[in-house]
């Protein structure tokens, strides 16, 4: 089955891929391939904390009956961070943040007062 494209789509080859893009394209690989590359490097950094209002509107939302993929979806939060929320959620009934670990203080709070 040969398809045609517009005259203003233009074609590139990538290896085994022939990509369309332009305009006119009925199907725009090239604007999928570069959303898919700007969503992946946007998760290299590290982010801040979410607040208890949005990890409550996540429990909020599975308890409503939602899966993990359309809060994600819903929230803009990734499917890794959705279940980790629900997770801790689960175990310990709670969506505060937890104590973590690490180095005891040198300094006990009374000494550090004076």
Do not use: F
Not at 15 to 35: A, F
């Amino acid at each position: 089955m040969q398809r045609y494209w517009p005259s203003a789509c233009t074609t590139e080859n990538v290896g085994p891929l022939v990509i369309h893009y332009g305009t006119d394209c009925p199907t725009s690989v090239y604007q999928y391939l570069s959303n898919k590359i700007e969503l992946s490097d946007s998760h290299i950094m590290k982010t801040k904390e979410l607040t208890k209002q949005v990890r409550d509107k996540v429990v909020e939302k599975y308890e409503a009956g939602l899966g993990y993929k359309k809060i994600s979806r819903a929230l803009n939060i990734s499917l890794s961070t959705i279940k980790s929320i629900i997770r801790k959620w689960k175990e310990y009934g709670t969506t505060a943040n937890l104590p973590r670990g690490g180095r005891p203080p040198k300094l006990k709070s009374r000494t550090r007062r004076k």
